[in-house]
């Protein structure tokens, strides 16, 4: 009999390779149990917003990693939540044994996944595109927009290169004007940020593209006051954000943009292969299509947009799961806890001798990213380090000669404040032998 808790990663793994996979009973029982442990979890534990405890320890154990492994670079890929990978499994076998239910049943989730992620960022069902990952909606984005040659799109100098590049495409085609503007790779306010742009915008100036939670350091970007500038001047304003979604408490609608890329597999425990493109009602008209297919013309909302064609539909009802984890946990319980790890992180690497830390204290510019240099090559020795000694997995990131080199750590809910001891361990001691 199976357990409503759960198998273990390798017990599943038997099933499948054995060729007697779970039924499919078996794993909504699997998924329900799981659910109802964090319903319980909620009701017991209601009132315990620390960063550690029996509440969390509990949400651990509904991941499952390989023995001893700490992920701390979700900010490149994060892993699934049991139930979301039981869903992914699940809706593969109906494609794989039932390929008729793969093309008359499955895809009747795309309506239902729209309206329950349009709830979760606070936005409308029909400003929701379903896309495969940030860099495909920030291309959707930039390709449809008619921009004219001279017109200029207003950047920073801390931006991705899957924001940066359809940007030059853009530029290379249309005759478009890429105008930088330079940020300080340890900018600490809000004024600082938006007085930046405002003094860029020129007569020609029509959009401002920007990262919102900046992959280099950790810096969450004011898109609400970003999208106030750039509307009170007539511009658009969009926002990449990779790492924005299952991170932060999103109101897309608060934050006024108009348009908003995300990857819900990086915090949010969704399966790699779907992401999120919004885009605002008002600006919808703004942007034409870049794939297309039937029935096109007279698509009012936003999946107007949507990558068209035959699509893997297990990801969708994996993405729908990984929504309803996360919302049975709670955004805003969720946030709290990133940011509290993410404190604690950056207020014991603040007290050591030698070392920067690039990423804002202040919460509201600030989120799961950590990042912080060392000096004398000492990065790539804490990455060895720290996956050697703790199997614990954080990666380097930017550039030297810009200034942004160093080391990023990622906070998620599944660790606690003893893996980012780890961390800070494997500091102090490269540090203490530093040659």
Do not use: C
Not at 383 to 395: A, C, F, G, M, S
């Amino acid at each position: 009999m199976i357990s409503p808790s759960g198998l273990s990663r390798r017990e599943f793994a038997r099933y499948l390779v054995a060729g007697s996979a779970l039924s499919l009973s078996a794993l909504d029982a699997l998924n329900a149990g799981i659910a109802q442990k964090v319903t319980a979890l909620n009701q017991k534990y209601l009132d315990d917003e620390a960063p550690d405890g029996v509440y969390w320890e509990e949400i651990r154990k509904l991941y499952d990693f390989e023995d001893r492994f700490i992920m701390m670079n979700n900010g490149t890929l994060g892993p699934m939540p049991r139930s979301v990978f039981n869903t992914l499994a699940k809706y593969y076998h109906v494609q794989a044994s039932n390929p008729f239910d793969g093309y008359n049943i499955l895809p009747a989730i795309r309506e239902s996944l729209r309206t329950k992620l349009a709830a979760f960022v606070g936005a409308s069902p029909g400003e929701v595109a379903i896309t495969s990952n940030t860099t495909e909606g920030l291309n959707f984005v930039v390709n449809g927009l008619d921009l004219k040659p001279g017109d200029e799109v207003l950047m920073s100098n801390l931006e991705h290169p899957g924001h940066i590049g359809p940007w030059k495409l853009k530029e290379k085609r249309a005759g478009i004007v890429i105008k930088e503007v330079p940020l300080s790779p340890t900018t600490r306010s809000t004024d600082e940020i938006v007085g930046a742009f405002a003094a860029a915008i020129g007569p020609k100036t029509r959009i401002i593209s920007i990262s919102h939670t900046v992959f280099i350091t950790g810096l969450i970007m004011p898109l609400k006051e970003l999208s106030k500038l750039a509307h009170d001047k007539g511009l658009l304003i969009l926002a990449d954000s990779a790492h924005g979604i299952g991170m932060l408490d999103l109101d897309l609608k608060a934050l006024g943009i108009d348009f908003f890329a995300s990857s819900p597999y990086k915090w949010l425990g969704a399966p790699t292969g779907v992401g999120l493109l919004y885009v605002r009602k008002d600006a919808l008209d703004k942007v034409h299509p870049t794939v297309v297919s039937s029935g096109w013309e007279n698509n009012p909302d936003a999946s107007k947009l949507d990558p068209s064609g035959q699509r893997s539909d297990a990801v969708l009802y994996a993405l729908d799961e990984a929504l309803d984890f996360n919302t049975r946990i709670g955004k805003t319980r969720i946030e709290r806890r990133i940011k509290a790890l993410a404190a604690r992180l950056k207020q014991q690497l603040a007290a050591i001798p030698g070392v920067k830390v690039h990423t804002p204290v202040d919460p509201y510019l600030s989120a799961g990213l950590t990042a912080f240099s060392m000096g004398g090559s000492l990065e790539s020795r804490l990455v060895d380090y720290l996956r050697e000694k703790y199997n614990l997995v954080v990666r380097t990131t930017g550039n030297a000669q810009a200034g942004t080199y160093g080391i990023r750590v990622s906070t998620p809910i599944y660790i606690s404040t003893k893996e980012v001891d780890m961390v800070v361990e494997g500091v102090r001691t490269l540090l203490a032998h530093k040659a």
